[in-house]
T-cell receptor, first 112, second 112 residues
């Protein structure tokens, strides 16, 4: 199994509060991704990183920001959580030159 | 925007039956991957197909990439309860930092 961990695994928070999800890898892969998974929508890309301090938006980036200060860590922040951001969030990693991605176990976030 | 449609969305079959899942798009993909996701876990890569017309076998699973590289299928022979899960296809977005477009998923349940 790829060495990817996500924390926390479960979180319940209130509308308007900031939330940060962490993805940590031990594989030294260049690319890191944040997805959200919702019924009927499959996996949708929020943000991705192609190197330390190099990030870009995905298809559903509004309301989210990311940071990558080290190869192994990719943080996803919801500046002010809304109920529409209730979802399961997955981090994935990928090697340079490959389109294969390896996923973490996910974080279930509930915004009340 | 490249879209991938999967069919059927849900499939409930008995152990020993055969089934086929389809992944279709109007766009051409350089490669296509299939993932399986079990409840409470992240997707796990099963296979990558690259060449139009390519067929790959993984035990009882047979994956085919369409000649025009716009579609793919997954055939399972003699399904077992352990095949239960969400099957996702994903197409490579050429030249875009190894990003993938995911299909909407097919949820398979195999009962005894």
């Amino acid at each position: 199994d790829a060495g990817i961990t996500q924390s926390p695994r479960h979180k319940v928070t209130e509308t308007g509060t900031p939330v940060t999800l962490r993805c940590h890898q031990t594989e030294n892969h260049r690319y890191m991704y944040w997805y959200r998974q919702d019924p009927g929508h499959g996996l949708r890309l929020i943000h991705y990183s192609y190197g330390v301090k190099d990030t870009d938006k995905g298809e559903v980036s509004d309301g989210y920001s990311v940071s990558r200060s080290k190869t192994e860590d990719f943080l996803l922040t919801l500046e002010s959580a809304t109920s529409s951001q209730t979802s399961v969030y997955f981090c994935a990693i990928g090697r340079l030159g490959s389109y294969e991605q390896y996923f973490g176990p996910g974080t279930r976030l509930t915004v009340t | 925007t490249q879209l991938l449609e999967q069919s059927p969305q849900f499939l409930s079959i008995q152990e020993g039956e055969n089934l086929t899942v389809y992944c279709n798009s109007s766009s051409v993909f350089s490669s296509l991957q299939w993932y399986r996701q079990e409840p409470g876990e992240g997707p796990v890569l099963l296979v990558t197909v690259v060449t139009g017309g390519e067929v790959k076998k993984l035990k009882r699973l047979t994956f085919q990439f369409g000649d025009a590289r716009k579609d793919s299928s997954l055939h399972i022979t003699a399904a077992q309860p352990g095949d239960t899960g969400l099957y996702l296809c994903a197409g490579e977005n050429t030249g875009t930092a190894s990003k993938l477009t995911f299909g909407t998923g097919t949820r398979l349940q195999v009962t005894l």
